[in-house]
């Protein structure tokens, strides 16, 4: 078990600290033929789940009045960088509530 760990150990890379409620803005590269550009995701964290390499994470947006999630691991070679904008004021750690909401009632307050 001693080895494993070792390897996990060393390809783990630093990420901030951030929790479900908090609002981010995610870098990640995308591959189109033989060109790579970077793509930004901004949305409200609805969980983070796992641990080490399999850690993931769920970001929820609105885009052209359609709600869109993508969950996305947190260790992958496709993010480039991850930026926090706002830290949420939740009570739950999984905020699926925010599914069904919509307005003013979507809105989270902020964390100071």
């Given at each position: 078990?001693n ?75 496709a ?7 706002k830290?949420g ?18 809105k ?5």
């Open positions: 078990m080895k494993l760990e070792n390897v996990i150990k060393g390809r783990i890379k630093e990420t901030p600290d951030f929790k479900s409620g908090d609002t981010v803005r995610v870098h990640m590269k995308v591959r189109e033929g033989d060109k790579e550009r970077v793509q930004v995701f901004e949305g409200v964290v609805v969980r983070r789940r796992g641990i080490g390499l399999s850690e993931t994470f769920s970001v929820r947006k609105v885009s052209f009045g359609v709600g869109v999630e993508k969950v996305i691991p947190i260790q992958s070679p993010i480039d960088k991850i930026e926090i904008l830290h004021k939740v009570r739950k750690s999984r905020i699926y509530y925010i599914r069904e909401r919509y307005g003013k009632s979507a989270l307050k902020e964390q100071r």
